[in-house]
């Protein structure tokens, strides 16, 4: 059983995972999702219960000092997942996908959600890429038009961002979407000038979930695994930073954390005000002193 952070007292613990301990999971999705009914649901909390010796052999807290701090953007940046949803939907009910039958939630999250367009192309046109990246291409138009209207930021996105600037850490964003796209989320959200890197899947040999965009990411930033950590919502993504060998923090934003233990997070938080998250960096900040103007 992979390792999971967890916070017990004033400490962060793990599970250990030679334990083989017993995970039981009560999750609810609660709250509206980006277009009324049918719309894509939030993950708004989960429960979990763990029966297990417990140490402190989180990978998180072997970053120390932390050096870098790796991104994902839709989904993880900012909650955009509802409104792919709703363009999906929309349009592939308009071209008589699926007999007509509007797509739902679980054909989204299982098919659609984290992956890179020319694998979507493939998986929704299976006898006919082109037309599937040509659809894929519309797709991402109608996308921008509407988000320039209804991005909103992770609930504590900019406070994490402060907390890494002011520690003078590298950051990258690492995304599967088109450069367009991400370039733009990026600067609706204020961040243009935070990354220091944008690495897409489509310019390396492998999108997510292989390891090459997160590779690269470390060879741009000049920077070791041993002390990079990365951000994630999807499935996919997660098991990018994963096979990377990268400490990988999932975000349920949307996706359902049964769902993206699957792909073996060091740790699972709601958004990045959770509790959880911030025990950890407390504990990294024993070794990752604040940059002052002086220095």
Known sequence: ???????????????????????????????????????????????????????????LLKLAPLEAVLFDIDGTLCDTDPLHFDAFR????????????????????????????EDIASILFPDDHERGVKFL????????????EKIEPVKG?????????????KRAAVTNAPRENAELMISLLGLSDFFQA?????????????PDPYLKALEILNVSKEHT?????????????????????????RNPAEL???????????????????????ELDKTTPVKTGAE
């Not at 944008?198 to 292989?210: Q, R, T, V």
């Not at 233990?261 to 950890?280: G, H, Q, R, S």
Request: proline share 3%.
């Open 1 to 59: 059983m992979q390792n999971l952070c967890q916070q017990l007292g004033s400490g962060v613990w793990c599970i250990n995972k030679e334990a083989s301990p017993i995970l039981n999971y009560n999750h609810q999705r609660v709250g509206g999702g980006g277009g009324g009914e049918g719309g894509l649901q939030k993950t708004d909390h989960y429960k979990m219960t763990v029966s297990s010796s417990l140490d402190r052999n989180c990978p």
């Open 90 to 117: 929309e349009m592939l009910q308009e071209i008589g996908f699926n007999g007509g039958v509007p797509i739902d939630e679980e054909f989204f999250v299982k098919n659609i959600a984290g992956r890179h367009n």
């Open 137 to 148: 291409d519309d797709k991402e138009a109608m996308f921008r038009r509407i988000v320039k």
């Open 157 to 169: 996105l900019h406070k994490l961002t402060k907390w890494i600037e002011d520690r003078g850490l």
């Open 198 to 210: 944008l690495i897409l899947g489509s310019d390396c040999e492998h999108a997510k979930p292989f």
């Open 229 to 253: 950590c990365v951000f994630e919502d999807s499935v996919s993504g997660i098991k990018a930073g994963v096979a990377a060998g990268l400490p990988t923090v999932g975000l349920t934003t």
């Open 260 to 282: 993206l233990m699957e792909a073996k997070p060091a740790l699972l938080i709601k958004d990045y005000e959770d509790a959880k998250l911030w025990t950890v960096l407390d």
